[in-house]
């Protein structure tokens, strides 16, 4: 007997690709589709305390059986309420964490007053703490209670049980969804066990119009609603699927509310597919436990997220120079030979990466190959003489080979995963790829994470600029960790794999960057994260937009991807588009499994290449600010158009364009030419300036059609912004530089609050005057003409 109650429902086991009568569903679709599973729903408050900003409810359960039904050749489950059992009790807190944000926990069993030993702080998804000034007000009224902070109100409904919040005017922003039929297509507020595993279900109303935004990287779609959500960190293999390295329990509503979940177990999501109207989401663990964070603006939302999860630092002037790499250079003569095409071509760039640096392909020990790659101080010190840093590859698996030194002392000490009975964790026969016989280094053990990390520091300090931590979201969660269990160790393993290095390039540095391809909630504080291995396709690019909003809408502010593509040899149109694309996102960088460099895809689009790479460079004073805006303010470079325009209803949808920081809006061109020869965007409501032609439109909020050459990526700029320039140069030498010019796209008012670590100034147009503060005279001022 499985630890089903009765074993799955066949055809539901069969969807999911099990075989019924051996292997039950992970995670929530174990409750949700087995048989005869018992539910048990909080029905009632039956007492309620306040202390200071916290409310404890003891509430009544009702016992409902999940159990398949048949009408005609339709199975379905519905709930049927047990009425043998006996009534149970669970525990409800209600945290008011600041005047906008309160937790919500339930379960059986009293909550945990500690924090556990691991993760670390570091390394958790909630590292904020409670705003110990806030203040809370609770008054009885017909049928419950509301309780009042300075800007939202909390009512609770005694029987049924129901929750919903509204601003201090009366506007309902959030509420519970209960279950009012038979069907059992609306998980309510709920607890359930089959056997040893238990879940916690919960259901919001959705309005019929609202649309939901978030969960991390998304390929498929950055709008949520209606879509199905593969939520379990996986290798994507391109990006035209549902699969992702980053999945992030947050999310947002067009209503004016966000969510964050705080669990790292098996989690699902319903956003209006098993009900029109309804919102569900479940975990398999014995607490649930989540945030509601008042806006009502998307900007205000994810700004209190980050007040939970932490805000990004900010990276290094270097990093938002272009990285060159391939998979891989091969040698020294290989990444000399690079390094003097980029600087005798007139191309700038700041990073040079390699991939495999160490004797065997795959086989990371994390040092350098004496045949490939000798004298690595010597090289290094080199490269950094041309205004080169070096990145460099590794993964969290560890080869078994006799070379590898990590490995034999790894395993002698235990800082690898482990199987059930003790011995170094294998994969199942069927298992397949150039990983199954590696070793997992378990970063939940502070001792293997503390030796990895040492290793790191070396290479930092023998001048290595930073580390590509690859995969990481494929750890098996039937292996054994110290400090976790494997189902909450899966999505949750990229927080202290990227910490521990991240941690370590700071040690020595005191710079915040690492290359990272998985991630959860609180990645942001590990950056800059990439998308992975893109095909190299239109669809490939169009899915790299859409995770690039998606993960900036999840809190992710720093994120980048592979120029060109990585799977495939991309042809020199695509090559183009993808790099327009890339050298306008936060960080830009050329990788494939073949060469990216721009002089491989022929004159014409090296020349391209070379003109926006070069704009790149002259608007890095623009770029480090809004960088470091970014960092305080919790929004990201590539910024979806919804979050500035959460009210007009035609952005929402927009999935193909952006703004680039406050001033720019981008439309990718994302078909071949043979396909389309003018490229359709909108434009929200204002006057925006076509930044190539330096034609203003004055939009009521509409749809344009403008013609494109392979040469021109539409780019507007929003009327009232003021560009900075730099000066025209090969590396970034991690200074922003001197700001030789001033653009300025005049309205009624235009205004630069520039601040970029070393110098800080403000400039004011105002009518036909400029108040310029902190800059020298010899600053070129262009105004542009606002006439269309």
Same mark, same amino acid.
Request: hydrophobic fraction near 35%; charged fraction near 20%; include cysteine.
């Given at each position: 007997?499985?630890?089903?109650?009765?074993?799955?429902?066949?055809?539901?086991?069969?969807?999911?690709?099990?075989?019924?009568?051996?292997?039950?569903?992970?995670?929530?679709?174990?409750?949700?589709?087995?048989?005869?599973?018992?539910?048990?729903?909080?029905?009632?408050?039956?007492?309620?305390?306040?202390?200071?900003?916290?409310?404890?409810?003891?509430?009544?359960?009702?016992?409902?059986?999940?159990?398949?039904?048949?009408?005609?050749?339709?199975?379905?489950?519905?709930?049927?309420?047990?009425?043998?059992?006996?009534?149970?009790?669970?525990?409800?807190?209600?945290?008011?964490?600041?005047?906008?944000?309160?937790?919500?926990?339930?379960?059986?069993?009293?909550?945990?007053?500690?924090?556990?030993?691991?993760?670390?702080?570091?390394?958790?998804?909630?590292?904020?703490?409670?705003?110990?000034?806030?203040?809370?007000?609770?008054?009885?009224?017909?049928?419950?209670?509301?309780?009042?902070?300075?800007?939202?109100?909390?009512?609770?409904?005694?029987?049924?049980?129901?929750?919903?919040?509204?601003?201090?005017?009366?506007?309902?922003?959030?509420?519970?969804?209960?279950?009012?039929?038979?069907?059992?297509?609306?998980?309510?507020?709920?607890?359930?066990?089959?056997?040893?595993?238990?879940?916690?279900?919960?259901?919001?109303?959705?309005?019929?119009?609202?649309?939901?935004?978030?969960?991390?990287?998304?390929?498929?779609?950055?709008?949520?609603?209606?879509?199905?959500?593969?939520?379990?960190?996986?290798?994507?293999?391109?990006?035209?699927?549902?699969?992702?390295?980053?999945?992030?329990?947050?999310?947002?509503?067009?209503?004016?509310?966000?969510?964050?979940?705080?669990?790292?177990?098996?989690?699902?999501?319903?956003?209006?597919?098993?009900?029109?109207?309804?919102?569900?989401?479940?975990?398999?663990?014995?607490?649930? =436990?989540?945030?509601?964070?008042?806006?009502?603006?998307?900007?205000?939302?994810?700004?209190?997220?980050?007040?939970?999860?932490?805000?990004?630092?900010?990276?290094?002037?270097?990093?938002?120079?272009?990285?060159?790499?391939?998979?891989?250079?091969? %040698?020294?003569?290989?990444?000399?030979?690079?390094?003097?095409?980029?600087?005798?071509?007139?191309?700038?760039?700041?990073?040079?990466?390699?991939?495999?640096?160490?004797?065997?392909?795959? %086989?990371?020990?994390?040092?350098?190959?004496?045949?490939?790659?000798?004298?690595?101080?010597? *090289?290094?010190?080199?490269?950094?003489?041309?205004?080169?840093?070096?990145?460099?590859?590794?993964?969290?698996?560890?080869?078994?080979?006799?070379?590898?030194? %990590?490995?034999?002392?790894?395993?002698?000490?235990?800082?690898?995963?482990?199987?059930?009975?003790?011995?170094?964790?294998?994969?199942?026969?069927?298992?397949?790829?150039?990983?199954?016989?590696?070793?997992?280094?378990?970063?939940?053990?502070?001792?293997?994470?503390?030796?990895?990390?040492?290793?790191?520091?070396?290479?930092?300090?023998?001048?290595?600029?930073?580390?590509?931590?690859?995969?990481?979201?494929?750890?098996?969660?039937?292996?054994?960790?110290?400090?976790?269990?494997?189902?909450?160790?899966?999505?949750?393993?990229?927080?202290?794999?990227?910490?521990?290095?991240?941690?370590?390039?700071?040690?020595?540095?005191?710079?915040?960057?690492?290359?990272?391809?998985?991630?959860?909630?609180?990645?942001?504080?590990?950056?800059?994260?990439?998308?992975?291995?893109?095909?190299?396709?239109?669809?490939?690019?169009?899915?790299?937009?859409?995770?690039?909003?998606?993960?900036?809408?999840?809190?992710?502010?720093?994120?980048?991807?592979?120029?060109?593509?990585?799977?495939?040899?991309?042809?020199?149109?695509?090559?183009?588009?993808?790099?327009?694309?890339?050298?306008?996102?936060?960080?830009?960088?050329?990788?494939?499994?073949?060469?990216?460099?721009?002089?491989?895809?022929?004159?014409? !689009?090296?020349?391209?290449?070379?003109?926006?790479?070069?704009?790149?460079?002259?608007?890095?004073?623009?770029?480090?600010?809004?960088?470091?805006?970014?960092?305080?303010?919790?929004?990201?470079?590539?910024? !979806?158009?919804?979050?500035?325009?959460?009210?007009?209803?035609?952005?929402?949808?927009?999935?193909?364009?952006?703004?680039?920081?406050?001033?720019?809006?981008?439309?990718?061109?994302?078909?071949?030419?043979?396909?389309?020869?003018?490229?359709?965007?909108?434009?929200?409501?204002?006057?925006?300036?076509?930044?190539?032609?330096?034609?203003?439109?004055?939009? *009521?909020?509409?749809?344009?059609?403008?013609?494109?050459?392979?040469?021109?990526?539409?780019?507007?700029?929003?009327?009232?912004?003021?560009?900075?320039?730099?000066?025209?140069?090969?590396?970034?030498? %991690?200074?922003?530089?001197?700001?030789?010019?001033?653009?300025?796209?005049?309205?009624? =008012?235009?205004?630069?609050?520039?601040?970029?670590?070393?110098?800080?100034?403000?400039?004011?147009?105002?009518?036909?005057?400029?108040?310029?503060?902190?800059?020298?005279?010899?600053?070129?001022?262009?105004?542009?003409?606002?006439?269309?």
């Amino acid at each position: 007997m499985s630890d089903f109650a009765s074993l799955a429902h066949p055809k539901k086991a069969a969807e999911m690709g099990n075989t019924p009568t051996t292997i039950a569903p992970r995670g929530p679709n174990l409750f949700k589709w087995g048989e005869s599973v018992p539910f048990e729903r909080l029905q009632a408050v039956q007492s309620l305390e306040i202390q200071g900003a916290s409310l404890t409810l003891t509430c009544q359960t009702r016992t409902f059986v999940n159990a398949t039904t048949w009408t005609h050749e339709t199975s379905m489950h519905q709930f049927n309420e047990d009425k043998d059992s006996e009534r149970g009790l669970a525990n409800l807190e209600i945290t008011f964490w600041s005047d906008e944000v309160f937790r919500i926990r339930f379960g059986r069993d009293p909550f945990p007053t500690q924090s556990p030993s691991f993760p670390p702080k570091e390394s958790r998804m909630l590292v904020g703490e409670p705003d110990s000034q806030v203040q809370c007000a609770l008054e009885e009224v017909p049928g419950g209670w509301v309780v009042r902070s300075r800007s939202v109100e909390l009512h609770i409904e005694r029987e049924p049980l129901l929750l919903w919040a509204s601003d201090r005017e009366g506007h309902i922003y959030w509420q519970q969804k209960r279950n009012d039929l038979f069907t059992s297509d609306i998980f309510d507020i709920s607890i359930t066990r089959s056997g040893s595993r238990t879940g916690c279900f919960e259901s919001f109303s959705l309005d019929g119009q609202e649309e939901i935004f978030g969960l991390g990287e998304r390929f498929d779609g950055v709008p949520r609603t209606g879509r199905v959500v593969d939520f379990w960190n996986k290798d994507a293999i391109g990006t035209s699927n549902r699969r992702t390295y980053i999945n992030v329990p947050f999310f947002f509503s067009t209503r004016g509310y966000g969510l964050f979940l705080n669990s790292s177990a098996r989690t699902e999501w319903e956003i209006g597919t098993l009900e029109a109207f309804t919102l569900g989401f479940a975990i398999e663990d014995e607490i649930m =436990d989540y945030f509601i964070i008042y806006g009502p603006r998307p900007a205000d939302i994810l700004y209190r997220y980050h007040t939970l999860t932490s805000f990004a630092p900010v990276p290094p002037v270097w990093s938002f120079g272009l990285w060159m790499s391939r998979c891989s250079y091969l %040698n020294w003569d290989m990444v000399h030979e690079v390094a003097d095409g980029l600087r005798q071509g007139g191309i700038p760039a700041d990073v040079l990466h390699i991939d495999f640096w160490f004797d065997e392909d795959m %086989n990371c020990d994390l040092r350098f190959s004496q045949k490939n790659y000798p004298e690595p101080e010597k *090289h290094i010190r080199q490269l950094r003489e041309q205004g080169f840093h070096l990145s460099l590859w590794q993964w969290n698996y560890v080869p078994p080979k006799a070379k590898n030194l %990590n490995y034999a002392e790894g395993l002698a000490k235990g800082y690898f995963a482990k199987s059930r009975d003790g011995g170094l964790f294998a994969h199942p026969p069927e298992a397949k790829g150039v990983w199954v016989n590696d070793a997992i280094i378990d970063f939940s053990n502070p001792a293997a994470a503390e030796w990895y990390a040492a290793q790191i520091r070396n290479l930092i300090r023998l001048g290595v600029g930073t580390i590509k931590t690859d995969f990481g979201e494929g750890i098996p969660e039937d292996a054994v960790y110290q400090n976790i269990d494997g189902k909450k160790f899966h999505n949750l393993y990229p927080l202290p794999y990227n910490a521990a290095i991240a941690r370590a390039i700071h040690d020595v540095s005191g710079e915040w960057i690492v290359w990272a391809r998985s991630g959860t909630a609180g990645s942001q504080r590990f950056p800059v994260q990439w998308g992975g291995d893109s095909q190299c396709s239109f669809g490939g690019l169009a899915g790299t937009l859409r995770a690039a909003l998606a993960v900036g809408l999840s809190g992710i502010p720093f994120f980048s991807h592979d120029i060109g593509g990585f799977i495939g040899r991309p042809e020199p149109e695509l090559y183009v588009r993808w790099a327009q694309f890339g050298l306008f996102s936060s960080h830009s960088r050329c990788h494939g499994v073949n060469p990216r460099e721009p002089w491989t895809f022929g004159e014409e !689009a090296c020349d391209i290449f070379k003109q926006y790479d070069m704009l790149r460079y002259r608007l890095l004073p623009y770029i480090y600010d809004q960088a470091r805006k970014c960092s305080t303010r919790a929004l990201p470079m590539v910024r !979806a158009l919804v979050i500035e325009y959460p009210e007009d209803r035609n952005v929402w949808h927009i999935q193909d364009q952006y703004l680039f920081g406050d001033a720019f809006l981008v439309a990718p061109v994302l078909r071949p030419g043979a396909e389309a020869q003018t490229r359709i965007l909108y434009l929200p409501a204002g006057i925006w300036i076509d930044y190539w032609t330096k034609k203003a439109i004055h939009s *009521h909020g509409e749809w344009i059609e403008r013609p494109i050459d392979l040469r021109t990526m539409p780019i507007y700029v929003k009327a009232g912004s003021i560009l900075p320039y730099g000066e025209a140069r090969l590396s970034t030498g %991690n200074r922003v530089g001197p700001i030789t010019e001033l653009e300025i796209y005049a309205g009624a =008012d235009s205004r630069l609050d520039y601040d970029d670590g070393e110098k800080s100034f403000a400039a004011v147009w105002q009518g036909s005057k400029l108040d310029l503060r902190g800059l020298p005279p010899s600053t070129r001022v262009t105004r542009i003409n606002l006439n269309t």
